[in-house]
Nanobody
Framework: QVRLVESGGGLVQPGGSLRLSCAAS????????MGWYRQAPGKQCEQREL??????????NSAGSVKGRFTISRDNAKNTVDLQMNSLKPEDTAVYYC??????????WGQGTQVTVSS
């Protein structure tokens, strides 16, 4: 059984920073991709949007709206993936979800962590 546990969310003022962490436990292939997605207030689950992803080899991809502000990283030995978020804006307010997947073999989601950017 695979479990993803996210941490690091909270309330921050515009321009501030937060660091999200996700720890994966269980039977995870080292070749898994990992990433962060977010679901804005009032949006449905199907409207969850990509924030950033990272392959086992370190290749990253991120949404245009967060480029230059958010940085994704992972520790393959610990099966963790982090998201450093700087220069936060009110429109970054959302529930942030960690995801771990490996092709069609499996696709796991964390329970989500709330990030609120407000003065």
């Amino acid at each position: 059984q695979v479990r993803l546990v996210e941490s690091g969310g909270g309330l921050v003022q515009p321009g501030g920073s937060l660091r999200l962490s996700c720890a994966a436990s269980g039977n995870i292939f080292s070749s898994s991709s990992m990433g962060w997605y977010r679901q804005a207030p009032g949006k449905q689950c199907e409207q969850r949007e990509l924030v950033a992803t990272i392959t086992s080899g370190g290749l990253t991809n991120s949404a245009g709206s967060v480029k230059g502000r958010f940085t994704i990283s992972r520790d393959n030995a610990k099966n963790t993936v982090d998201l450093q978020m700087n220069s936060l804006k009110p429109e970054d307010t959302a529930v942030y979800y960690c995801r771990v997947w490996s092709g069609i073999r499996y696709n796991y989601w964390g329970q989500g962590t709330q990030v609120t950017v407000s003065s």
